[in-house]
């Protein structure tokens, strides 16, 4: 059970989640986590547009998290209000990261199936984005899940 402090009983403690992650990135995964449950959309969304993100950005990563389960490489949130970080979302978030450092990137619509090409092109999305707000998402290790994802032969970089 995540610490909660008595004055703020709905306040989770990131300790550990903030040792891995910078607070812009602790909001991003929270809000992530909040997208996909009804009850917690509409304040996911105002947490993205609390970090900076255009209405266009908003609902690149609002329509990512559904996406996120499928293909080879499938990336799990943990639970909203969890103050520990998955290794999966560690490899979302320096997918993003990178993938905002490219100029242009566009998946290879050949190379894949229709979902994991849908998977790329939303994150591409979502790095447009993010470099746009200039959200200040920092590089860190991936995986073999996250470096599935940007394989250099499933994407054009231009």
Excluded: K
Excluded at 98 to 121: F, G, I, K
Aim: with cysteine.
């Amino acid at each position: 059970m995540p610490y909660r402090s008595p004055t703020s009983p709905t306040r989770v403690s990131y300790h550990s989640i903030g040792r891995r992650c910078n607070l812009v990135e602790q909001r991003l995964l929270c809000a992530l986590r909040r997208v996909g449950d009804p009850a917690t959309r509409v304040e996911a969304v105002a947490l993205l547009d609390g970090l900076g993100l255009d209405a266009d950005g908003t609902r690149a990563f609002t329509e990512l998290v559904p996406l996120l389960p499928t293909g080879q490489a499938p990336i799990d949130l943990l639970q909203p209000g969890s103050p520990f970080i998955g290794a999966t979302e560690l490899d979302l978030l320096a997918c993003v990261h990178r993938l905002s450092q490219w100029r242009r990137p566009q998946p290879r619509v050949d190379r894949d199936t229709a979902e994991v090409t849908a998977l790329r092109s939303q994150l591409a999305r979502c790095a447009r984005s993010a470099r746009d707000a200039r959200l200040g998402l920092r590089l860190t290790t991936l995986s073999p899940v996250g470096l599935r994802l940007l394989d250099p032969s499933a994407w054009v970089r231009t």
